[in-house]
């Protein structure tokens, strides 16, 4: 080992001077970053999201990113159906339409008065170009919605068409989730120093 790497371990043991590093000062503030970190990306496990109340934030960013990502994984389990089943229009047509209800949903809770993006704006108004492109996000997303039902009604026994757009609006809907997990960490997890 260096001297430099033997210097780092003995202020690290003098500064810890016997306490559990877990209890120590500020350690509160970093359970919960780490917390909120794992619910913006979508890796909290259930279980604990469980255990906040109803009311809290948190919650509800993680039920409405939860909602509208298992939507979109019926929209694509259904699709990768095969498509001579007798029911596969069928199946994707209802995924398709749980996707946009979710979106619209989705839509209602973070944008307008009082929802997510305006409450995020006024606690970190740096972050009020990036919500503003989340908006746009929800009307163009909105708008591959209404592309992939009008090439279901109009190309019905076309499945390699219908696969495309759908591909399309997930992949823009998975950048849009990678976009407001972003937008979240940024809020709740920067620390800016003194100067900044």
């Not at 496990?45 to 990113?65: C, I, L, M, N, S």
């Not at 089943?85 to 398709?96: M, R």
């Not at 809770?109 to 492109?133: H, I, M, W, Y």
Request: proline fraction near 4%; charge should be negative; charged fraction near 30%.
């Amino acid at each position: 080992m260096t001297s430099s790497g033997s210097d780092f371990l003995t202020e690290l043991e003098e500064s810890a001077q016997g306490q559990d590093l877990f209890r120590a000062p500020g350690s509160e503030q970093l359970l919960a970053q780490s917390r909120d970190q794992a619910e913006a990306s979508g890796w909290l496990p259930p279980r604990v999201v469980e255990t906040w109340p109803v009311d809290d934030p948190r919650t509800k960013v993680a039920q409405r990113r939860q909602r509208l990502y298992e939507a979109m994984r019926q929209l694509e389990s259904a699709t990768a159906r095969p498509s001579r089943q007798a029911d596969w229009l069928e199946v994707v047509t209802e995924a398709s339409q749980d996707l946009r209800t979710a979106l619209g949903d989705h839509m209602e809770q973070t944008e307008g008065g009082g929802g997510f993006l305006e409450d995020l704006v006024s606690q970190a108004p740096r972050l009020a170009t990036d919500a503003k492109l989340l908006e746009s996000d929800h009307r163009a997303l909105l708008n591959d919605c209404a592309r992939l039902t009008s090439v279901i009604r109009s190309s019905p026994d076309d499945a390699r068409t219908i696969r495309k757009a759908v591909l399309v609006l997930l992949g823009r809907l998975v950048e849009h989730r990678q976009r407001g997990a972003e937008l979240l960490y940024d809020a709740y997890n920067v620390e800016l120093g003194d100067g900044d």
